[in-house]
Structure formats: structure tokens, C-alpha cells
Nanobody, 121 residues
Framework: QVQLVESGGGLAQPGGSLRLSCAASGFTFSGYAMSWARQAPGKGLEWVSGINSGGTDTYYADSVKGRFTISRDNAKNTVYLQMSSLKAEDTALYYC??????????????WGQGTQVTVSS
């Protein structure tokens, strides 16, 4: 069965960095686009970033552009989110999601359980 397991969350100071990882199993990872999304307390789900199956095309929400970098290692079945210049408003539960297609479409069929990121001094 498909499994997506996020890790790497934690407490960071404003201006700091964290790297999230999402380990995938149960499907041909290299054949599908992947995304990261987040949900802040009391708010709806916000898409953060996406990457196509080959890792050649990346996409970002305006709120994180220039600060976050998505990447993937198809040999390790893992997608990453490098977060820098963190702000308090980045505090959220971060999820990775599997796209239905190789190209990024934001049509998801599986989600991980999430990893908490808290940005606070």
C-alpha cells in the first residue's frame, strides 16, 4: 500500500532553516509528481510547493518563493523541502502528497500524516 512518511519538523527560530523529508513506498515513486502543503492552526490547507516526476520542474506558492526549495531523490524514494528564512507565519503542520500524474497537476490521491513545524523565538 502507498505510504508517505514525513519527518524533519520541529522548532526553529525566525530566520532559521529546517529540511523536511517525505519517504515514499508502495508505488513507483519516480513516476509521479509530488507536493508539499501545510495547514496552520485555525486555517485551511495551503499548497506550498510541487515537483514533477523527474525533478526538472518545480513550483512554489508566492508566500514561500525564494525561501523554500523542493527537491527529490528518486533513488531514495524521497522528496524534500528545504525551508530557509523561516517566519512565524510558516508555523503549520506540513504534509506531502502524491500527485495522480507524472507532471504537476495538484490532483492528489495520497497524503502523509504530517510533520509539525513551529517557528518561534
Amino acid at each position: 500500500q502507498v505510504q508517505l512518511v514525513e519527518s524533519g519538523g520541529g522548532l526553529a527560530q525566525p530566520g532559521g532553516s529546517l529540511r523536511l523529508s517525505c519517504a515514499a513506498s508502495g508505488f513507483t515513486f519516480s513516476g509521479y509528481a509530488m507536493s508539499w502543503a501545510r495547514q496552520a492552526p485555525g486555517k485551511g490547507l495551503e499548497w506550498v510547493s510541487g515537483i514533477n516526476s523527474g525533478g526538472t520542474d518545480t513550483y512554489y506558492a508566492d508566500s514561500v518563493k525564494g525561501r523554500f526549495t523542493i527537491s527529490r531523490d528518486n533513488a531514495k524514494n524521497t522528496v524534500y523541502l528545504q525551508m530557509s528564512s523561516l517566519k512565524a507565519e510558516d508555523t503549520a503542520l506540513y504534509y506531502c502528497a502524491k500527485d495522480r500524474w507524472a507532471g504537476f497537476t495538484a490532483e492528489y490521491d495520497y497524503w502523509g500524516q504530517g510533520t509539525q513545524v513551529t517557528v518561534s523565538s
